[in-house]
């Protein structure tokens, strides 16, 4: 069984919008939160954002907040990541991730995460 399936990727022009889904299976969407990072070719790990499922608290990255919103759809074990005013750094691919607590959301350590979907935001 795949735990986090991830959609919505793609092309987009600088200050256009994406919005990414990611799908959970029931034992991954008991973790406390779910979320999204990015890693671009060269770079290091970069928290996007991430979701508390029981309360509903958010956290954002300082480089995406205020454009991005992150949103949760229990029912359908579900998370959403709209991502507004697009800039050409965005470009990246973004990982759906499964945190166990707040500490592994701020040391970005999920413990489980999906394969990933590109987007790419030209100028």
């Known amino acids: 069984q795949v735990d986090l399936v991830e959609s919505g990727g793609g092309l987009a022009q600088a200050g256009n919008s994406l919005t990414l889904s990611c799908t959970a299976s029931?034992?991954?969407?008991?973790?406390?939160?779910l979320g999204w990072f990015r890693q671009a070719p060269g770079k290091e790990r970069e928290l996007v954002s991430a979701?508390?499922?029981?309360?509903?608290?958010?956290w954002y990255g300082d480089s995406v907040r205020g454009r991005f919103t992150i949103s949760s759809d229990n029912a359908k074990k579900t998370v959403h990541l709209q991502m507004n005013t697009l800039k050409p750094e965005d470009t990246s691919v973004y990982h759906c991730?499964?945190?166990?607590?707040?500490?592994?959301?701020?040391?970005?350590?999920?413990?489980?995460w999906g394969q990933g979907t590109q987007v790419t935001v030209s100028s």
């Open positions: 979701i508390d499922l029981s309360e509903g608290r958010t």
């Open positions: 029931q034992r991954t969407f008991n973790s406390y939160a």
């Open positions: 991730a499964a945190f166990a607590s707040v500490w592994t959301i701020t040391q970005l350590r999920p413990h489980v």
